[in-house]
């Protein structure tokens, strides 16, 4: 399984920057203000070698998270490619398979909305898919997504 390869986390809650890339995994979370809301993020520069049905594991969501939403891009992969997003459970559950053989953008609420407000129940990786044909090499996959973590905040009263 190939691995996403570096990501930069913003936490803005108490304005510190950390980089994880413990066993070549990269994740990365962005706290808003309430510490509720977060993002994560991921980039993968393509070698070359990923032929059709390549999973690309980018970050893993934690338990108890509830996806509001995801969008993953790509420059020029080549002729026929694809991309889905997933997880081990279903390997399209977030984004259906969307052409990226050009510069290409898609999102979760665009292809799979009945998604939105997914629960994890336990930490999960996502992956990005490929299919089609052989990815074209140095391009970049971006994914991200955007999920809340119900009951980390007191609201102020």
């Known amino acids: 399984m190939a691995k996403s390869t570096l990501v930069t986390a913003i936490d803005a809650s108490s304005a510190t920057f950390t980089i994880s890339t413990s066993t070549g995994k990269s ?3 962005l706290g808003s ?8 993020f991921a980039t ?4 070359g070698s990923e032929g059709a049905g390549t999973d690309i594991e980018m970050f893993a969501l934690p338990d108890d998270a509830h996806l509001i939403d995801m969008r993953v891009s790509s420059t020029a992969l080549g ?3 694809t991309l889905q997003v997933g997880d081990s459970g279903d390997d399209d559950r977030f984004i259906d398979a969307t052409s990226h053989a050009s510069a290409a953008s898609t999102s979760m609420s665009a292809t799979n909305p009945q998604t939105i407000g997914h629960k994890f ?3 999960t990786d996502i992956v990005v898919k490929t299919a089609g044909a052989t990815l074209a090499g140095s391009q970049t ?3 991200y997504a955007i999920y809340i973590m119900p009951g980390l905040i007191t609201p102020s009263r």
């Open 44 to 47: 993968y520069t393509t070698s």
């Open 141 to 143: 996959i971006t994914l």
């Open 33 to 40: 203000n309430n510490a509720e809301t977060f993002t994560a």
């Open 27 to 29: 994740t990365s979370f």
């Open 121 to 123: 129940t336990s930490s």
């Open 79 to 81: 002729t026929s490619v």
